[in-house]
């Protein structure tokens, strides 16, 4: 899907483009690839001489394959952005051209924080004065994006602790907090790695000189947002730690208290063994061998030493 967006009126305003022949009248400040084709990518160079290549989304962690300025101008920066649904959580690699003063941006799937600016570009007049300004605001929303979703864990956190702290813990229950734990776990990760990319973008910015004196400022201001969520997220992962341990806890608890019957019981049967293996030996000079009670008093003899532990232990409390 190819989209252009042009500024009029201070708003930003979207068109779908089907043919390249739509392209050649508009004069965009933002043009947004979602899953190209090859053909779409044909017509961008040929409007705006722009080469998009095959793995311009690709895996590179290194800073200066992310990026970078090529000798003809072209700034080149490849982003994640986060994705926060109830299906799977994950980051999106997004790549982003700035080119005679034309935004390119090229992702595989559609994002909610493209959504967003969209949303406020249309409803906000004057939000956007550049190609520039679109990418601040990108990571702008980005931010506010990323601190909502750390609310969300929160919220959900609290459900857990809810859960785990202030009521009887069975093995299921354990069970359903860890995995809802292991959750949050994993999205706040890929949160603060967000926001770390966000940071390196901004800085990259910043030192490219590409900013005006207002621009500048606004980066700035992006990061100290960005600065408060990792402290945020490092906040959330030690309440991740800790429930995670009291989880395992009370896991170990119940499995305590399975072993401490079965030592219980244990303890309990060794004395009735005991008995019944002295009346098993059958010695000629064995008294009770004769005995016509000798056989019930076996019998009772073994019940009372069976009983008596069980009693000594529930006088003390081991049973509980």
């Known amino acids: 899907m190819l989209n252009v967006f042009t500024l009029a009126n201070g708003r930003l305003f979207q068109e779908e483009i089907e043919n390249p022949g739509a392209l050649a009248n508009v004069r965009p400040v933002w043009v947004d690839l979602e899953a190209p084709t090859p ?41 994640d952005f986060l994705i926060d649904d109830d299906d799977t959580r ?59 979703a750390l609310e969300g864990i929160y919220d959900n956190l609290e459900k857990v602790s809810a859960r785990v ?14 995995a809802a734990i292991a959750k949050e776990e994993d999205l706040n990760g890929r949160i603060r790695r967000n926001v770390m990319d966000t940071r390196r973008a901004l800085s990259f910015m910043m030192r490219s000189r590409m900013l005006n004196a207002e621009q500048f400022e606004e980066a700035r201001q992006i990061l100290r ?7 945020h997220t490092a906040f959330l992962f030690d309440k991740i730690n800790f429930l995670m341990d009291a989880t395992v806890g009370f896991i170990n608890i ?32 064995m008294p009770e061998l004769t005995w016509r009670f000798g056989y019930p008093f076996a019998i009772g003899l073994m019940i009372v030493s069976i009983v008596s532990p069980f009693w000594y232990f529930n006088r003390k409390g081991w049973l509980k």
Do not use: C
């Open 165 to 178: 702290l202030k009521e009887e813990v069975n093995d299921q229950a354990a069970g359903q907090a860890l």
């Open 39 to 79: 053909e779409e990518k044909t017509w961008i160079a040929e409007r705006f001489g722009v080469t998009i290549p095959e793995d311009v989304v690709d895996d590179d962690l290194e800073e200066s394959a992310r990026f970078y300025e090529e000798d003809n101008g072209e700034l080149h920066i490849r982003s």
């Open 225 to 231: 947002d960005i600065d408060s969520l990792d402290s």
């Open 90 to 148: 994950r980051n999106v690699r997004v790549a982003f051209i700035l080119h005679n003063k034309v935004l390119f941006s090229i992702h595989g799937e559609d994002l909610p924080v493209f959504r967003l600016l969209r949303l406020r570009a249309r409803r906000i007049p004057a939000l956007i004065e550049d190609a520039k300004d679109v990418l601040l605001k990108l990571y702008d929303a980005d931010a506010e994006y990323s601190a909502d």
């Open 254 to 285: 119940n499995q305590n208290k399975i072993i401490k019957i079965f030592s219980v019981a244990s303890v309990a049967l060794l004395p009735p063994t005991l008995i019944a293996s002295i009346y098993g030996m059958n010695f000629q000079a």
